[in-house]
């Protein structure tokens, strides 16, 4: 990084000199393990208490609200409207004043299709990936054989 042109130096050449940086720059390898630190700081501080997962650091979880995080997605489940709200609300107002972009619904996290069964009284999630799938069918050429339906295909490769 070159100095700005702006800035003047007492003496000697510019390029002796260099800039630290004080927040990260979008895009930069250590950008997303950045975030992720803070993010995780101020997850489990006194207040927020989330516990991250020990199956994946990614994963943080308390009794109304679970938490996923991927470089720069995050995605909040929660038991309500009001406490995923609520959850946002306190990491804005923090002291790392965090900004969010929010979907207002969940169908495709990370080409990752999530959708209720619709069965009644289910409270569960299903989750798809027909792109991965269709990407590893054509990988280990599986294309010429069996059902076209790529999840009925997975599910017959490991029955």
């Known amino acids: 990084m070159e100095l700005p042109i702006a800035m003047t130096m007492q003496s000697g050449n510019a390029r002796d000199y260099?800039?630290?940086l004080?927040?990260?720059?979008y895009g930069l390898k250590q950008s997303s393990p950045n975030l992720y630190k803070l993010l995780s700081?101020?997850?489990?501080?006194?207040?927020?208490?989330?516990?991250?997962?020990q199956a994946d650091p990614c994963l943080f979880i308390k009794d109304d609200c679970v938490v996923v995080t991927y470089l720069d997605n995050v995605l909040i489940i929660g038991q309500s409207d009001e406490v995923i709200n609520c959850f946002i609300k306190s990491l804005e107002t923090d002291d790392e004043g965090f900004e969010f972009t929010?979907?207002?619904?969940?169908?495709?996290?990370l080409e990752v299709e999530i959708y209720r069964p619709g069965k009644p009284n289910d409270q569960s999630f299903e989750f798809r990936q027909p792109c991965l799938i269709k990407k590893f069918i054509e990988l280990v050429g599986f294309f010429f054989c069996g059902p076209t339906n790529p999840n009925r295909l997975v599910q017959s490769i490991y029955s």
């Open 18 to 20: 260099f800039l630290r």
């Open 41 to 53: 700081e101020a997850l489990q501080k006194t207040g927020k208490d989330f516990k991250p997962s």
């Open 102 to 109: 929010r979907e207002a619904i969940v169908e495709n996290y």
């Open 22 to 25: 004080n927040k990260s720059i």
